[in-house]
């Protein structure tokens, strides 16, 4: 049986909520060609054995809301060029309703919030962006994000993001930016943003762009 190649590159992408993150890396895999993404939102733990009311209270946006051994683990195998039972993850019910075979390729995404939190984590990525945008226009490209996609209302949304997204912001993502390779500006257009990222793997990686 032949020898499963590594793959070339993976490439950490964080930043806050609201940063930029997802529709950043959904243009670059469109751009760059077949590609892995983990993102940390499918790791999210399984909160099933807990009551719904209990869920409701938990706090999502901190480091210890997320199944790191799991994540880990599925990123060393891809990179041994096997392929992985992604979680499905509900974030209507805070539980994991099965999961998704990802296959493995030349190009992996780690992307989320706490991407560069961890140091096991952070050893595991070649390169590693950080978006960069103010708080309001974050705030309100998360709040869009939630009522739109997540059936959150705008009361409990700005209720959310006052009680623990903005502190955990600034107490546990904000810090991580001095582990990026790059830290992108996305307060404007994202054409730039995307501009300034392929120009960086281009100069890092030629043959990925």
């Known amino acids: 049986m032949p020898v499963s190649q590594p793959v070339a590159i993976s490439v950490g992408v964080a930043g806050g909520s609201g940063s930029g993150k997802s529709t950043l890396l959904?243009?670059?895999v469109q751009r760059l060609g077949p590609a892995?993404?983990?993102?940390?939102?499918?790791?999210?733990?399984?909160?099933?054995?807990l009551a719904p009311d209990l869920r409701q209270r938990l706090n999502y946006d901190e480091p210890a809301a997320f199944d790191l051994p799991l994540l880990l683990l599925h990123l060393r195998i891809l990179a041994k060029g096997r392929a992985i039972d992604k979680p499905r993850y509900?974030?209507?019910?805070?539980?994991?309703?099965?999961?998704?075979?990802?296959?493995?390729?030349?190009l992996i995404f780690v992307e989320g919030l706490f991407?560069?939190?961890w140091q096991e984590l952070r050893s595991l990525l070649d390169i590693t962006f950080f978006l960069d945008?103010?708080?309001?226009?974050?705030?309100s490209?998360?709040?869009a994000r939630d009522v739109a996609e997540r059936g959150r209302t705008e009361e409990s949304v700005t209720?959310?993001?006052?009680q623990t997204v903005r502190p955990m912001h600034e107490r546990y993502i904000e810090p991580t930016r001095v582990?990026?390779?790059?830290?992108?500006?996305n307060s404007g257009s994202l054409d730039d943003c995307l501009a300034q990222a392929l120009s960086t793997l281009d100069a890092v990686c030629p043959k990925l762009t």
Do not use: I, K, M, N
């Open 26 to 28: 959904r243009l670059l």
């Open 36 to 49: 892995t993404v983990l993102d940390l939102d499918s790791y999210y733990l399984d909160r099933s054995r």
């Open 90 to 106: 509900s974030f209507h019910t805070h539980t994991r309703e099965g999961s998704v075979r990802v296959s493995p390729s030349a």
């Open 115 to 117: 991407t560069l939190w």
């Open 133 to 139: 945008a103010p708080a309001p226009v974050r705030f």
């Open 141 to 143: 490209r998360r709040a």
């Open 159 to 162: 209720q959310q993001y006052l």
């Open 179 to 185: 582990y990026a390779d790059y830290v992108l500006d």
